[in-house]
């Protein structure tokens, strides 16, 4: 008989530690909340987009900017009217140029809901 009478076969070891890294690598995202970060960042990073788009639409008109993302791909401005990655599909920023300030205003629509961390 190959089964040793003193404990644990060298099998019986390696599938329980092959368990708790399994165990430990599916718990791990959501104890960082790896998801909801990715969400902020690629919501940061498309509220940049759409202000260096709206900035050069009024740079280059000499206007203020007022309309929906839908006029800023149209124009050539942005490749793609983003949506919010919370809370699904459809919701588009909503944003707004005045010309004469420079001020450039772009909202989440789920900002309330779930708020811009002050750091990522």
Same mark, same amino acid.
């Given at each position: 008989?190959?089964? !040793?009478?003193?404990?644990?076969?060298?099998?019986?070891? +390696?599938? +329980?530690?092959?368990? &708790?890294?399994?165990?430990? +690598? &599916?718990?791990?995202?959501?104890?960082?909340?790896?998801?909801?970060? =990715?969400?902020?960042?690629?919501?940061?990073?498309?509220?940049?987009?759409?202000?260096?788009?709206?900035?050069? @639409?009024?740079?280059?008109? %000499?206007?203020?900017?007022?309309?929906?993302?839908? =006029?800023?791909?149209?124009?050539? @401005?942005?490749? %793609?009217? @983003?949506?919010?990655?919370?809370?699904?599909?459809?919701?588009? @920023? +909503?944003? !707004?140029?005045?010309?004469?300030?420079?001020?450039?205003?772009?909202?989440?629509?789920?900002?309330?809901?779930?708020?811009?961390?002050?750091?990522?």
């Amino acid at each position: 008989m190959l089964r !040793s009478s003193r404990g644990f076969s060298i099998f019986t070891v +390696i599938s +329980i530690i092959a368990f &708790l890294a399994l165990i430990f +690598i &599916l718990i791990l995202p959501q104890l960082f909340n790896v998801k909801e970060r =990715e969400m902020q960042e690629q919501r940061l990073e498309h509220m940049r987009k759409i202000t260096k788009a709206i900035e050069e @639409y009024m740079a280059d008109r %000499h206007q203020s900017f007022t309309g929906d993302l839908i =006029e800023l791909v149209r124009t050539g @401005y942005l490749k %793609h009217a @983003y949506e919010s990655p919370f809370n699904g599909l459809g919701d588009k @920023y +909503i944003a !707004s140029g005045n010309f004469d300030t420079g001020e450039v205003i772009v909202k989440d629509p789920n900002e309330d809901e779930f708020p811009i961390p002050k750091k990522l």
